[in-house]
C-alpha cells in the first residue's frame, strides 16, 4: 500500500494505467520492477464555461483540426436537449496538451484569456460572453496510439504474466482510442463472470 503496510488478496483486478501498476510491483527478491516499454499518453485541460451567445455553430460536439487553434475539442452540454429553452449554455472547451507545453503550466487568470482569444478564432459563437468558469487538468488523459503502441503494450503485460492472481481490465487493457466508459462496464461484467466461473461456480444459475 502507499504507506508501506501489506495487505494480502486472494485476487487483483487492475484498472489503473500499466506502468503506474508496474511502479508498485515488486519481484520476489523485493527489488522494483523495470518497465520493458514506455507509453506515451496526451494530458487534458477542461474549462468548463457558463456563458451567454446571440448564435453558435449547431452541434453537441465539434472537434477542432487546425495547427493554428490550440482548442481540440467543445462540447455544448445544451445541445443534448436542443429543443429546451434555456437562459444560458454550458460549454466544456478542451485543449489536448503535453505536459510540457508552456499552456499546462499557464495559471488560470493566463488560461482564461489565452482560451477566449482560441475561442473567436474557430468563428463558433456570435456575441459569446463568458459569466463563469471552472478549469481541471487531466495528466495523461489519452494514450498515444502510435505505431509502438501496439508492440509496448504485449511487452508491458508480458512482464506481468508471473503474476497468476493478477487480472488487468479496463481502458488500459484496450488498444482502441475510442474506448468509452460502456466498454469499461462491459468488460468488467465479462471478467466479473470469467472469475466466477473460475473460483465460485456455485454463484453461477443453475441452468
Ligand atoms: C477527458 C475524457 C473524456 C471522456 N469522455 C467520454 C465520454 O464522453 N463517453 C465515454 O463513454 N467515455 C469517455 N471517456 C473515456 C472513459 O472515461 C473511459 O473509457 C473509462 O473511464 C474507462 O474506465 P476505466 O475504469 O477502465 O478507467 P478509468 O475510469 O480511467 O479509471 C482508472 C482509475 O485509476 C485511478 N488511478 C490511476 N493511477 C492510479 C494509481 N497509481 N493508484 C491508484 N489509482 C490510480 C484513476 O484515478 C482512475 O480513477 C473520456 C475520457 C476522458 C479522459
Same mark, same amino acid.
Given at each position: 500500500?502507499?504507506?508501506?503496510?501489506?495487505?494480502?488478496?486472494?485476487l487483483?483486478?487492475?484498472?489503473?494505467?500499466?506502468?503506474?501498476?508496474?511502479?508498485?510491483?515488486?519481484?520476489?527478491?523485493?527489488?522494483s520492477?523495470?518497465?520493458?516499454?514506455?507509453?506515451?499518453?496526451?494530458?487534458?485541460?477542461?474549462?468548463?464555461?457558463?456563458?451567454?451567445?446571440?448564435?453558435?455553430?449547431?452541434?453537441?460536439?465539434?472537434?477542432?483540426?487546425?495547427?493554428?487553434?490550440?482548442?481540440?475539442?467543445?462540447?455544448?452540454?445544451?445541445?443534448?436537449?436542443?429543443?429546451? /429553452? +434555456?437562459?444560458?449554455?454550458? !460549454?466544456?472547451? =478542451? #485543449?489536448?496538451?503535453?505536459?510540457?507545453?508552456?499552456?499546462? *503550466?499557464?495559471? &488560470? /487568470? +493566463?488560461?482564461?484569456?489565452? !482560451?477566449?482569444? =482560441? #475561442?473567436?478564432?474557430?468563428?463558433?459563437?456570435?456575441?459569446? *460572453?463568458?459569466? &463563469?468558469?471552472?478549469?481541471?487538468?487531466?495528466a495523461?488523459a489519452?494514450?498515444?496510439?502510435?505505431?509502438?503502441?501496439?508492440?509496448?503494450?504485449?511487452?508491458l503485460?508480458?512482464?506481468?504474466?508471473?503474476?497468476?492472481?493478477?487480472y488487468?481490465?479496463?481502458?488500459?487493457?484496450?488498444?482502441?482510442?475510442?474506448?468509452g466508459?460502456?466498454?469499461?462496464?462491459?468488460?468488467?461484467?465479462?471478467?466479473?463472470?470469467?472469475?466466477?466461473?473460475?473460483?465460485?461456480?456455485?454463484?453461477?444459475?443453475?441452468?
Open positions: 500500500m502507499a504507506d508501506g503496510t501489506t495487505k494480502e488478496y486472494d487483483i483486478i487492475c484498472t489503473i494505467p500499466v506502468l503506474s501498476l508496474i511502479g508498485l510491483l515488486k519481484t520476489q527478491e523485493g527489488l520492477i523495470i518497465p520493458h516499454a514506455a507509453m506515451n499518453f496526451r494530458s487534458d485541460i477542461l474549462v468548463y464555461l457558463k456563458v451567454h451567445f446571440d448564435q453558435a455553430a449547431e452541434g453537441q460536439c465539434i472537434y477542432i483540426y487546425s495547427d493554428l487553434i490550440k482548442i481540440t475539442r467543445i462540447t455544448n452540454f445544451n445541445e443534448f436537449k436542443p429543443d429546451e /429553452s +434555456d437562459t444560458f449554455n454550458i !460549454l466544456l472547451v =478542451e #485543449i489536448w496538451c503535453d505536459k510540457t507545453d508552456l499552456i499546462w *503550466n499557464y495559471g &488560470d /487568470s +493566463d488560461l482564461m484569456l489565452f !482560451l477566449e482569444q =482560441e #475561442i473567436k478564432k474557430t468563428n463558433l459563437y456570435i456575441n459569446l *460572453n463568458v459569466i &463563469d468558469h471552472t478549469i481541471k487538468k487531466v495523461d489519452f494514450q498515444i496510439p502510435d505505431l509502438d503502441l501496439e508492440d509496448s503494450r504485449t511487452k503485460l508480458d512482464q506481468l504474466v508471473g503474476f497468476r492472481n493478477l488487468i481490465t479496463g481502458r488500459i487493457a484496450s488498444l482502441h482510442f475510442n474506448y466508459m460502456e466498454n469499461a462496464i462491459e468488460d468488467g461484467i465479462i471478467l466479473a463472470e470469467e472469475i466466477t466461473k473460475k473460483y465460485r461456480t456455485d454463484l453461477l444459475p443453475s441452468d
